[in-house]
């Protein structure tokens, strides 16, 4: 249609000097060469032909070439303010026009890049924000009713319970003082556990726990779930509990060996001095908890390796450590997969469910060291504490980073993480040149 046909046609805002919005009148006197057209129209320009349609479903045919299809949509013959009416803000963008997402619905055309304006979808097409917030409510309440602290019955996987692993005995005839101190120590801990670390004791088993705790924002760990089986020995607590970390035999710690073994002062199983070391009367299972969390899963842990700490706050110290969280990372990130597919009893559902909500974070933290950032700088939800131009990251760091982070895809995908942002866009095999942008607007 030529610039000056119909007196109301005028050139779209756009600049684009194949793109004209229709009104209803030059629409019909147009009739007999783009086809019908009625009171409400919408005008489609497909490789500089122009249609006018009716209605809020627009077909196009499947030989129309759909490169740098525009849809301008008028309201009503009475309208003659065109406004654009943008989508909201918490929609997913598209990954070219950052419009709302792609969604395959009555109105999509396979191989094609189309995409609906919001508010012009067809009846019955399902809109995939509100599906995805859906989700994460229901992953949010299963989180939330997770409790923190329980007592279950089946111990058969427990490290202390196994036979030929801890090689420990039952305790079967304990005496009143240890009974009354167990059940000291369950209240303590139902009532005064952090929210990042949960819970499971045993009806017939008293002297068996078992605990996860969430690797800290700001650390290498962040994330993660680390699992820890306790045993208190009938001495206790003129003893300190025993402690076995399910590694998956990997050391990603120098206090936490690929064995099991949980080194902490506070266990009796290091070096200590005076409130370090296990006091019989002031001492808890909470506090230990509580000190591997903050003293083992640290930002630095490379500092509590023996004899390092000197060369803290050093430029080749601190060179160190940031190679050890790199290395630390990478087991952190491989400890994610055996967690989940491998989660003790009592643990199963609650593996998933944490994974499913934190899933986009912990592959937000991957694409960030990817990036260059350093490992352990974000403080949470994926936002860095330090220069974002600060390009740390080793080379062989980042190829290895990328395996597991195809690897994480794909097991959060089984469960139900929605990851298409970390995704390679699909090309149509077919399509010998890259595709303009596929603009809409109401």
């Known amino acids: 249609m030529a610039e000056g046909e119909g007196s109301s046609s005028r050139r779209w805002a756009l600049g684009d000097p ?3 919005e229709v009104s209803p009148e030059a629409a019909a006197a147009a009739h007999h060469r783009i086809g019908f057209c009625s009171d409400s129209t919408k005008s489609i320009v497909v490789a500089g032909c122009v249609r006018t349609v009716a209605h809020e479903i627009i077909d196009l045919d499947a030989n129309d070439d759909l490169d740098g299809v525009m849809i301008i949509c008028e309201k009503a ?6 406004h654009s009416v943008s989508h909201p803000s918490d929609w997913p963008k598209h990954p070219k026009s950052g419009l709302a997402e792609d969604v395959p619905g009555p109105s999509h055309q396979p191989g094609t890049s189309t995409v609906l304006p919001w508010g012009c979808t067809t009846p019955g097409r399902p809109r995939k924000h509100k599906e995805i917030k859906t989700v994460d409510n229901k992953i949010d309440e299963k989180y939330k009713a997770f409790k923190q602290f329980d007592t279950v019955t089946d111990h058969s996987d427990h490290y202390y319970s196994m036979s030929g692993k801890g ?3 039952e305790v079967k005839k304990p005496s ?3 009974v009354r101190r167990i059940q000291h120590e369950w209240k303590v801990l ?3 556990l952090p929210g990042t670390i949960f819970v499971r004791v045993y009806e017939d088993r008293m002297e068996l726990l078992r605990a996860v705790i969430v690797g800290p924002a700001g650390t290498p760990y962040h994330d993660g779930l680390f699992f820890f089986d ?3 020995p009938s001495q206790y607590p003129k003893k300190p509990p025993l402690v076995n970390y399910r590694s998956g035999g990997l050391r990603l710690n120098p206090n936490l060996y690929d064995s099991g073994k949980v080194c902490l002062s506070l266990l009796n199983t290091w070096s200590g001095h ?4 296990w006091n019989p009367s002031n001492s808890t299972m909470l506090q230990v908890l509580v000190s591997i969390q903050a003293l083992v899963l640290n930002a630095k842990p490379y500092f509590n390796e023996p004899g390092y700490a000197a060369s803290a706050n050093t430029p080749q110290g601190e060179k160190m450590s940031m190679a050890y969280n790199e290395s630390t990372f990478l087991l952190s990130c491989r400890t994610m997969l055996y967690s989940l597919r491998n989660p003790p009893k009592h643990f199963e559902d609650f593996a998933r469910v944490h994974f499913c909500k934190y899933g986009r974070n912990i592959l937000v933290g991957c694409k ?3 990036n260059g950032a350093q490992v352990g700088c974000l403080a949470g939800n994926g936002v860095q504490d330090v220069d974002e131009g600060d390009k740390s990251c080793s080379a062989n760091f980042k190829g290895s980073l990328k395996t597991l982070f195809d690897e994480l895809i794909k097991e959060f995908t089984r469960i139900g993480v929605h990851c298409h942002e970390f995704q390679p866009q699909r090309v149509n095999p077919g399509s010998t040149r890259a595709k303009a942008d596929t603009t809409l607007r109401l």
């Not at 013959?77 to 065109?82: I, L």
């Open 190 to 192: 139902e009532k005064d």
């Open 77 to 82: 013959s009475s309208d003659k303010s065109n």
């Open 18 to 20: 194949d793109v004209v």
């Open 274 to 277: 005076g409130c370090e070391k």
């Open 230 to 232: 306790v045993y208190f």
């Open 167 to 169: 090689n420990v005995p």
């Open 368 to 370: 960030a060291y990817m």
């Open 176 to 178: 009143k003082d240890w």
